[in-house]
């Protein structure tokens, strides 16, 4: 079976090398189904940008979707082109025209999950996704293992490489968050317009495929809490340090009778946890069961190797069951839940103000008064720090959005129990 | 296809409530099989100790082997009698009789891998064992995935529950070994022989199923360097604690060029790190591979859901591969390697000894010595704490052991880098 490769950026250029180059053990794999079938190999690449150097390793550059839409030759499609409108109407017509899809896109994949995966049942090939979440962590499929003998009720996990460096960054030197934000950029850790992964939508996106495929039902992106984490300050970072807290940034989803309960957000661990010491472009995921209770998988969250492991993986998979036309039972996610918000979350909340004057502080304690009894107020130069007692997440949110309307050098974050 | 099963302990009941009383979500997978192939069901236990309570739930209840070897019926049987060799000849007669074989068994595999792999092979049957190491954690079925494209190079881990339940406690409560022992042996979650717990053999076992199938080549339990975690006192996990590390029992083991390095001792971990932080019955398995790079899989590494969990995945995946007679490729053991120790390994050492006189803090300081750097030294009533500078593992190793023939009162552990 040929397959064809959308787009060549670092990550095409990863899957290239495994499955052409024979970098890495996946040859010797290939070699073994030779007295099967012929060995499959990429034959097309569909890269538009042809300024870019694709070195004369990469066999042949075609620019027109058509080029691979009607080879009959082509039976699998890696979808590695990125953004959403384009590599959504290749994905589609890849399925319709009977061809097996792996893709890395978490955009398409969390918005059309649902109509993509019928479309690939409608036609008869598989469609996989694994490097979609978690670069290299293997999520998806193990996922969909346990939930054979699971009912899996809570995903929680630090699923985005580029902010987890930036947050390890700034924790490590004490600094603030646009100084570390252009360093990620200067080193090609973050984008140039870097609102996906700091305002999680990155993290949003991931925890829907997540959350979809556990819970059986779709959860849409829309349906998350998201809160950023442009407001972190090195003077956060100094007293959290204090307080013995590391914050992260965290996509978390719960499931309890029909209701299912969202929320990214950065969220202080204790120095003294796992979730504290997963560091730089590492990422961690947790599933809770009912038999096999929590599972934890922790890996590179980004990067060439790591995610083309994964897509590769995904066509191994495909290449295997191909054969036997056995395909795996489709996921259900039709199941109906509510999508009821941040409920479920509680914690106490750590909150630093930037004062202008006296009245400010008055403004900033009388506002979580009135949602928390305080625990611990700090004054400090023009600075104020509180934390507070136990509180619903949705209240603390509620008063410190209103808040930040007069008091708007802000940062909050709920320290986890 | 019928199923037996050899034991009706604790994880044995746990497998028969997935199986036969539809606890989770197993029975929906077989729903779904029905129409293809009658439901699997458990249809024979063997148990001799016939004054075990089994319930009223529990199906036939046979006493001997043939009952279940020549009953045609039964297509694939659980082994979940622990011990060695009664379970180890009926997993050969099974797989002889051309049953499918699944085992918890880490003895058992650990001992007679190739052997039992081959005789699978031979009778054109499966033999699955994902339970035998880290209990509910899918690392069997993770590591041949990652094996596919990756070369793995290093696995290391906490594969013990009964002994990081023992020093996850001590170090919660200052406490000594002795008595935490005791605690652990009175709420069932230490042995009344606690020797292959406490002494590495389970470690070691695991270490080597894991090694040899990551490495292509068998590592025997015999080549594993193994020292215990009974000399830890009350005194190390405070001067440990103060130096901000905490001890954990890890096994280890390094490929590279043809040499398998692998050792299974206590090693102090940074407060801050992950291995610190995974406590109590939990395990943590870490493997790295030269595309994916380091992988870490959590979970609980004991206990009758989590274990049965495993088990029943194994069945799952028998029962969905048998159809098709599409067996996955067999495991390589083959590879020529050397297995030479603990060459590998070195880092600072932690030495704690309880002294008699003046006389025997000489003796412990010269011996030190004689092989590294000291770089503190704290003395203390009648004890010295030493911690010296990076030296390799063997010679610390080898000198601590001839200082013990003289200095009996001691503990010494790597610092983890």
């Known amino acids: 079976m040929n397959i064809a490769l959308l787009g060549f950026g670092t990550i095409g250029s990863g899957v290239y090398e495994l499955i052409n180059l024979n970098k890495g053990k996946f040859s010797g794999n290939f070699?073994?189904?030779?007295?099967r079938k012929a060995s499959p190999v990429i034959t097309k690449v569909l890269e538009r940008d042809t300024t870019k150097d694709l070195g004369d390793?990469?066999?042949?550059?075609?620019?027109?979707?058509?080029?691979?839409?009607?080879?009959?030759?082509i039976g699998l499609v890696i979808a590695l082109m990125g953004g959403m409108d384009f590599e959504y109407e290749m994905i589609k017509e890849c399925l319709k025209a009977g061809k097996h899809v792996v893709t890395a896109n978490k955009a398409v994949i969390s918005e059309y999950f649902e109509e993509l995966l019928t479309l690939a049942e409608e036609n008869g090939v598989v469609l996989r996704y694994e490097a979609s979440v978690g670069g290299g962590i293997p999520i998806i499929g193990s996922l969909k293992e346990e939930m054979k003998i699971n009912r899996v009720t809570e995903i929680k996990g630090i699923l985005n490489g580029t902010t987890n460096f930036i947050l390890s960054k700034m924790t490590e030197e004490g600094a603030d968050f646009g100084e570390t934000l252009a360093l990620a950029q200067s080193i090609?850790?973050?984008?140039?317009?870097?609102?996906?992964?700091?305002?999680?939508?990155?993290?949003?996106?991931?925890?829907?495929?997540?959350?979809?495929?556990?819970?059986?039902?779709i959860i849409r992106d829309e349906d998350v809490y998201k809160r950023g984490i442009t407001d972190v300050r090195a003077a956060d970072i100094e007293?959290?340090?204090?307080?013995?807290?590391?914050?992260?940034?965290?996509?978390?989803?719960?499931?309890?009778?029909?209701?299912?309960?969202t929320t990214v957000e950065p969220v202080l661990f204790k120095e003294a946890s796992i979730m504290s010491n997963v560091n730089s472009e590492f990422n961690i995921i947790s599933i809770t069961g009912d038999i096999i209770g929590e599972l934890q998988f922790y890996g590179k969250g980004a990067g060439k190797d790591a995610t083309a492991n994964a897509v590769v993986g995904d066509v191994l998979y495909i290449l295997n069951i191909v054969k036997e036309q056995n395909y795996p039972k489709p996921l259900r996610l039709n199941r109906k839940l509510n999508k009821i918000g941040t409920d479920i979350f509680k914690g106490k909340y750590y909150l630093r103000a930037n004062l202008d004057d006296k009245e400010m502080l008055d403004t900033v304690l009388?506002?979580?008064?009135?949602?928390?009894?305080?625990?611990?107020?700090?004054?400090?130069?023009?600075?104020?720090?509180?934390?507070?007692?136990?509180?619903?997440?949705?209240d603390f949110n509620t008063m410190a959005e209103k808040l930040k309307e007069t008091v708007p050098e802000l940062f909050y974050a709920r320290i986890y129990e």
């Open 31 to 35: 070699t073994d189904m030779e007295s």
């Open 57 to 73: 390793t990469v066999g042949k550059i075609v620019t027109h979707p058509s080029e691979i839409l009607e080879d009959e030759s």
């Open 188 to 217: 090609g850790f973050a984008e140039a317009d870097p609102t996906a992964d700091v305002e999680g939508y990155d993290v949003s996106r991931k925890l829907s495929i997540l959350s979809s495929m556990a819970y059986e039902s």
């Open 239 to 261: 007293m959290i340090g204090s307080m013995g807290y590391v914050v992260k940034y965290l996509g978390h989803s719960i499931l309890e009778h029909k209701n299912v309960y």
């Open 366 to 394: 009388t506002a979580v008064e009135t949602v928390a009894a305080r625990k611990t107020v700090i004054v400090n130069d023009n600075q104020v720090y509180v934390v507070t007692s136990v509180i619903a997440a949705n």
